[in-house]
Every structure is written in structure tokens, then in C-alpha cells.
């Protein structure tokens, strides 16, 4: 019976052109071996005929078949050499071999061309596999991609040869177009686009994901972002090329329902950052504490103090309160045990044991040291505790997004009872999403009313000097970035003049989509703002870079946990006599609390670079200062 398979049974010729069609397919590399075999047979060939026919050149001997096959070679390549040839019988094999070697060097270059041709094609569409070591990868295009990739720079300062490898579904072109405009300066960071989904198996190999130190996956502009984020952490995970040491992976999911799955399919390899929750919270927590936003912003940008996590073995054998008054230029705010898990701020009295690693706030880990320095605690400096008793408030939220109901829920766990929340805003939807707000417990009543929040005349039916906290979103799911924050930025300058008119200083938090759009909002002089996509392309960033970030801003902004509080100077300190802040971390110490930093607002402040409004973490505890009325100590502590 015949072999009907394609590959034999059908002669030498039917596989030869089986073998040949295969290699057409496979590429130029193949084609050129291809034309390798046929020289060397035609080649061979002629030297075998010339010496079994014993042809030889007119006026020299007959040739051996190694004379024969080199003379055949000579013609292959170069057409001229049979210029010379005498003898006709000789003159028509070279003549022949003479043919098939221009037939075979004509291919070869075309072949050469058009793979040339090709790599370069694939170079420029950004299809070729990158050959990165120690990389990190950023998956997927937002609006966030800009601020990560200029926090990461900041981080790489101290590698060498340090690369961001971005794939996404775009351009290549395109996207290194728009970086180079809005992250003109890389410092020492080179950054390479491919493009490609990053769902697919085949695209992912293209960033060497079995190389790189760390993965960002961001939420795309496209639909259903969350699915597109859970199925390329997918396609990571269970790669059955994957390396066998774990990914760091940090992956932005928008709805807080898909964690859960985002979590069982990433594992321990994946930190989530819940974007709006992790906005929500900070604005709940800077609209109650004026001037929080900066601190969070220090400690999640690469532009100053940040959170480290790493072994101290000088600390191994002390208590975690004895710890942290051993360091100078350094923060001490908590310890992971053996097993990983985070405790910020546990019992003074908790022994740091070996396999604990220290949590510190530093300007950089080369900065973090045990220092050999006396303690300058002036005792006397210590006030007594005095407890600031909790009263309810009225809150007024002037917008409305999808963050919204996230927002009336964790501003429900946090404030006393018969607090009033006010919802004033024009979406079509609002009614039928006010009805459904989930609000925890019974200390705070909702009402709502249609208003247009642009209106001078509108605001200012709304009594808006009576309330404690005003709080500002913009339309964003109804309008483009740009419109939303020129819609907020009116509604921040009516409430600007509302204010003047009242001779009423206003408590307002206003979320801005844009960074760029902030030093405009500058203006409005409102108390914080919680510039959103910057604030998850913070996280992000860190997240990339420290396996337990999530889990410590997880707990900072959980009602359970030990939260950044910032207090009236005055309930640690006697006040208008100067003190180190070793002073500080001791009277906090007493409490249970660890000292983070300070607020002091001077003449001058609006000339600071960084504008942080006299917000100042992670001071050297050995500076000498003088606390007056108005200024505040930054604490972490559980109410």
C-alpha cells in the first residue's frame, strides 16, 4: 500500500519537495542552506563528469577530481573565471556549472534582500524579541503609563544599563513618539516598545518576561478593562515556557468585585492595585486631615522618602519600640515576620526575632543605618496625653463618578455619630445610584439633590460655607479627562469666590485626573488634591519595586489597621521650646504611636519645590526645632 502521509513513498523527489516547501516556510536561514545543498551538488556533479570523462582544458593534463571540483567551485562563484577556459568540451560543463552557480548567487542575494528586508520591517512594527536582562515590563497603554515610567527612572538612578521594556497593542512608532513628549528626560533609563497583545502567549515572549526583575500590568482604554488585566496575569502565570522562580508582578484592576479572581489567578506573584478604592480612600482620608495627600505622595513617589523593606540585623534582639530610636535619617514603621505578613506599628513590646525584616521610611536604602548617636530626649518637653474627643460632621460631595459610592461607604466607617453626607450633582444615573450606596453602620445619613455643579448660583443655595468638608470629583465616566477637569476646575473657582464672599476658610479635596492640570487648580487654593491617575501610577511603580507595598498601604488605609493620622502639636509637646525629634518619637512611643513627621507651616512654604505645604516625613530625628500653635506631629496610629 502506498504511503499517503506526504513525506515518503512517493520517490526522492516527492520528499525533496516536501523538504523544500518546508523550508520556503521556514525562513531565509533555510532557503540559504537550501541553496548551499544544490551548489555543492552541482558542484560535485561537474567534478565527477570532468574526471570520468577525463575533460580536460586544451594545453594542460587531465585532473584529478579534487582539481576538478575546485575548478567548478571557481566558476560557481565567479561568473568571469571561465573567460579563460580552452577545449570546448571543457568550455560547455563550466559553461553549465557556470549557469547554476549565477542562478544560485542571484537567489542567494534576493534571499539575503528580502530577509534583511523583513527583520527590518519586524524592527520597526516592534515585533522582535528583546534580549534584556534584569528588565522591568510595563504591559498595556493608559494614561498612567507616562508617570510610571517617570517615577521608574528615578528608581534606576543607581542600576546600571537599566531598561523599561512597554508592549501594547499600538504602534511602536506611536508610543516612542509619545513618550519622548511627555517624559522628556529618562536619566540613564533606555526605554524599548513592542507592539503586541499582551493576552497572547506568542506576544508575551517577545518582552523576555523569563528575564526581567519586575511586570506591570496596567488597565487598558478598551473595554472591560479588568478581564483584558486578569487574562494577561494568566498568560504570566501558567506560560508553560515560564521560568521557575517567581514573577513580581503589580497589576491595576478598576472594580474591586474582580480582585478576588485576579488574586487566584496571580497567587503570591501578583500585588493588586485597586484603583478606585485606593483613590477613594485617600480622598476620604485627606478630606477629614488637610494637607494627608502630600504625605501619601511622599511615601509612594521615588522623589524623596519612600518605604523599604529590608533585614536589620543591628535591631534582631530589641523591641520594636527600642528599634525605632535607633535610627537617625530613617523611619522605623513596622516589621514582616518569617512568613511575610506585614504588622505596621505592632506592640511597643514586640521582640524583633531573626528571619523579621524592618519596614522604614528612607530617602534611599544606602541611607538606612543604625546609628551610634546619644538619644536627646528632653523629657520635660512631653505633654500629658490629652484625648481630642470625636463630634459628627457634615460632608458635602459636589460630582459624581463611579468612585463615589466607594467613597460614601469608607467615609461611613471612619466618622462619629449624626454625621450628615450631601451629594449635589447632575448625572442621569445619580438617583438610581444613591439608592443602592452601601453604608456601614448608622453614623452617617445620605441625602442627594440634582444640582448643576458649575453654577455660581447653584453653590451657593447649598450653604456651602456650613459644611466641614467639601469634596470634589469630576464627571469622568461622562467626559474625556481634559473636560472633566475644566468642569472641576470652574466648580473649585466658584467655591474659591463663594468662600472670599464669606470671609470662611473652606475644607475642600478635589480629585484631578490629570497631573498636568494641578498647577491650574493651584490657583482655586483648595486644602488637598488627589490627582487620580497619578496616584495609581505611584502604586504601580512601587509595587514593581517592593513585593510588600501593597501590603502596607493596604493596612494604612483600612479602618482595621494603623492609619497616618496627623494631631495637633500640642497633645505630645510643650510647646515654644526647641526639641529634637527624638523628643517626638518618645512622646508618641508612650502612646503606642510611631512618629512619621511634622507639619509646619512658615512664612516662605509657597517657595517650596516639591509643594508640600510644610509636610516634612521622615525628618532626622536628631534636628533641633520649635513646635508653635497651628503645627501638627504626622503619626501612625490605630484609633
Excluded at 513617589?301 to 535591631?315: L, N, P, R, V
Excluded at 514603621?333 to 504588622?343: F, H, L, Q, R
Excluded at 521582640?351 to 524592618?358: H, L, V
Aim: with cysteine; net charge negative; hydrophobic share 45%.
Amino acid at each position: 500500500m502506498a504511503n499517503r502521509d506526504g513525506k515518503g513513498g512517493r520517490g526522492l523527489g516527492a520528499r525533496l519537495r516536501y523538504e523544500f516547501d518546508k523550508s520556503m516556510a521556514a525562513g531565509p536561514i533555510a532557503l540559504i542552506g537550501w541553496l548551499a545543498v544544490l551548489s555543492i551538488i552541482l558542484i560535485v556533479i561537474a567534478g565527477a563528469v570532468i574526471t570520468l570523462l577525463g575533460i580536460t582544458p586544451e594545453g594542460s593534463g587531465p585532473l584529478d577530481f579534487g582539481e576538478a571540483v575546485w575548478e567548478s567551485l571557481m566558476r560557481t562563484l565567479d561568473a568571469g573565471t571561465m573567460g579563460a577556459d580552452a577545449g570546448w568540451a571543457f568550455r560547455w560543463v563550466m559553461l553549465l556549472v557556470t549557469l547554476g552557480g549565477i542562478f544560485v548567487v542571484a537567489t542567494l542575494i534576493g534571499v539575503l534582500s528580502s530577509g534583511l528586508e523583513g527583520k527590518l520591517d519586524e524592527l520597526r512594527k516592534g515585533r522582535s524579541i528583546v534580549l534584556e536582562k534584569d528588565h522591568t515590563i510595563i504591559l498595556n497603554w493608559s494614561a498612567s503609563i507616562f508617570d510610571i515610567i517617570a517615577e521608574l527612572t528615578i528608581a534606576n538612578q543607581s542600576r546600571r544599563r537599566p531598561r523599561i521594556v512597554i508592549m501594547a497593542d499600538r504602534d511602536k512608532v506611536e508610543m516612542e513618539d509619545e513618550i519622548a513628549q511627555k517624559v522628556p528626560n529618562l536619566r540613564n533609563t533606555r526605554i524599548i516598545c513592542r507592539s503586541g497583545d499582551p493576552t497572547d502567549l506568542g506576544d508575551l515572549a517577545i518582552t523576555s518576561p523569563q528575564t526581567s526583575r519586575s511586570i506591570i500590568v496596567v488597565s487598558p482604554e478598551a473595554e472591560d478593562p479588568d478581564s483584558r488585566v486578569i487574562k494577561t496575569v494568566l498568560a504570566l502565570i501558567h506560560d508553560p515556557d515560564r521560568r521557575a522562580e517567581n514573577y513580581q508582578i503589580a497589576a491595576e484592576i478598576r472594580d474591586g468585585k474582580n480582585a478576588e479572581l485576579a488574586q487566584v489567578v496571580g497567587g503570591d506573584e501578583l500585588q493588586l492595585v485597586l484603583a478606585d478604592d485606593l483613590i477613594a480612600r485617600i480622598v476620604v482620608h485627606s478630606s477629614r486631615q488637610s494637607g494627608l495627600s502630600a504625605v501619601y505622595s511622599e511615601l509612594l513617589d521615588f522623589d524623596g522618602s519612600e518605604i523599604y523593606t529590608i533585614e536589620q540585623k543591628a535591631i534582631e534582639g530589641s523591641s520594636f519600640g527600642d528599634a525605632m530610636m535607633a535610627y537617625d535619617s530613617s523611619t522605623l514603621i513596622g516589621v514582616t515576620d518569617a512568613e511575610g505578613k506585614v504588622w505596621l506599628n505592632p506592640p511597643m513590646e514586640t521582640a524583633i526575632r531573626p528571619g523579621m525584616k524592618a519596614i522604614l521610611i528612607a530617602e534611599d536604602d544606602s541611607t538606612i543605618e543604625v546609628t551610634a548617636s546619644p538619644l536627646n530626649v528632653d523629657h520635660t518637653a512631653i505633654a500629658l496625653y490629652r484625648r481630642q474627643e470625636q463630634t459628627a460632621e457634615r460632608t458635602l460631595l459636589l460630582g459624581w463618578n463611579r468612585r463615589a459610592p466607594i467613597i460614601a461607604f469608607e467615609l461611613s466607617r471612619y466618622v462619629a455619630p449624626g454625621s450628615m453626607l450631601t451629594i449635589a450633582a447632575d448625572t442621569p444615573e445619580l438617583q438610581a445610584d444613591v439608592s443602592t450606596l452601601m453604608i456601614s453602620g448608622s453614623n452617617l445619613q445620605v441625602e442627594y439633590g440634582i444640582v448643576d455643579t458649575s453654577s455660581r448660583a447653584a453653590l451657593e443655595g447649598l450653604d456651602i460655607p456650613s459644611y466641614d468638608h467639601v469634596l470634589v470629583l469630576g464627571y469622568s465616566d461622562h467626559m474625556d479627562p481634559q473636560a472633566t477637569d475644566t468642569r472641576t476646575l470652574v466648580t473649585l473657582l466658584h467655591l474659591r469666590k463663594i468662600a472670599e464672599s464669606a470671609g470662611a476658610h473652606i475644607n475642600v479635596v478635589s480629585e484631578m485626573i490629570d497631573v498636568r492640570n494641578r498647577e491650574l487648580a493651584e490657583v482655586t487654593r483648595a486644602d488637598d488634591f488627589v490627582v487620580s491617575n497619578k496616584l495609581v501610577s505611584l502604586m504601580l511603580a512601587q509595587a514593581s519595586e517592593n513585593e510588600n507595598i501593597g501590603a502596607i498601604f493596604g493596612d494604612l488605609l483600612d479602618e482595621q489597621g494603623s492609619e497616618i493620622l496627623m494631631r495637633k502639636a500640642e497633645a505630645y509637646l510643650e510647646l515654644g521650646q526647641p526639641m529634637t525629634f527624638y523628643t517626638v518619637t518618645e512622646a508618641c512611643r508612650r502612646r503606642g504611636e510611631v512618629a512619621l513627621g511634622y507639619v509646619r507651616k512658615r512664612p516662605g512654604m509657597e517657595l517650596d519645590a516639591r509643594k508640600m505645604g510644610g509636610v516634612v516625613v521622615n525628618p532626622r530625628k536628631s534636628e533641633t526645632l520649635t513646635y508653635e500653635a497651628g503645627d501638627k506631629i504626622i503619626v501612625l496610629a490605630r484609633e
